[in-house]
């Protein structure tokens, strides 16, 4: 969108995509939650873009003012990192085929215990790069497998990195050493990538430490076929936690998933509901208020799939489909970054 004349060129396609509800990427129910980074249009906001293609697009009077703005190139999203963890070497991505989930490990060189506000993956590949996910082991504790690593960050499509919630942070030590998981997708033609992942520190020790949980569900039976084939995962909370974003993951055949929080009084309320998941747009829902969630209190997610001909995006209507990690396999987890609170005295001191 660098010039009127190619907005007005692509608006016959904004007002297709509006009018389909591909666009804006944002699937949450209005009706469940309020949310940070909610980028949706409103129904209003809608009728004026699309009375002003009908009306031809029009410029205007005076300049062109996006042929005159300068956009400051910036390669990551927040900044420059403190401190930047690369693939040691370029990855090489064969031009066709089944490619198998990578992992590599390098080992962050720290001295000290130190806090991060924020993680930003800069994919290398953007053509070629299914996802990456980044995890913490410390082998000289044990921790060596994906398992018992602490999650630090993820990418998809559709992610977009913001700092973590105020007082809280991620906390690296000595030993560190950065897992990435890789996943990627033939394109027709060899491919090369190197991806890095950005570290924002933090100057003091945060009240919270921001960690990654989810529920999942890895017995998976999906029937060829059907339409809504409805599965579930919990998570619980074992002390008082503050919830913060909550991501639903699945994949081409994924059409809904819903969280609801239960709580130990008996209430349940649905905190999140997206009726049209899009494989393509992986959302990360962030919460405007955190959410409190008292000791004892569960996570459930429900969702369903679309193993039918109707779904323009399954890969093969007519095969049963269990977890697994290519696309046209599925999987069901709903992520969520939370931090636990102090014991009840320390937090009624503060």
Known sequence: MSSHAKVKAKSAMMQEVLLARRMPPWD???????????????????RLLLRWIEAGAPRGDGEDRLAS????????SLGKPDLIVSLPEPQEIPANGV??????????ELTNTIWIGAVTIK?????????????????????????NAEGLEG???????????????????PGTVVNFELHYTATGKPETDRTEIGLHLLKEKPPLNFESRMAINQDLNIPPGESDVRTHATAGFK???????????????????????L???????????????????QMEYALAEPKRMPAGSWILCTGGFDNSLLNPHNPDPQKRIH??????????IGFMNVAELPDAKAISKK
């Open 28 to 46: 949450a129910d209005p009706h469940y939650g309020k949310f940070a980074n909610d980028r949706s249009l409103t129904a209003a906001g809608k």
């Open 99 to 108: 490619i198998a989930y990578r992992y590599v490990d390098v080992p962050v």
């Open 155 to 173: 990418w998809s499509p559709g992610k977009s990195f913001v700092r973590f919630p105020a007082g809280t942070g991620k906390r690296l030590r």
């Open 323 to 332: 977890w697994g990690e290519q696309s046209w396999d599925e999987m069901f």
């Open 263 to 281: 709580y130990p009084d008996g209430r349940r309320e649905t905190l999140l509901h997206v009726p049209r998941y899009d494989f393509n747009w």
């Open 123 to 147: 994919p290398g590949n953007l053509e070629c790069t299914h996802h990456v996910i980044a995890r913490v082991k410390y082998p000289k504790e044990g921790k060596t497998s994906r398992e």
């Open 239 to 261: 002390r008082d936690t503050m919830l913060y974003t909550l991501t639903p993951h699945m994949h081409n055949r994924g059409s809904w998933m819903k969280y609801e929080a």
């Open 69 to 76: 703005l300068k956009v400051p190139a910036n390669e990551w």
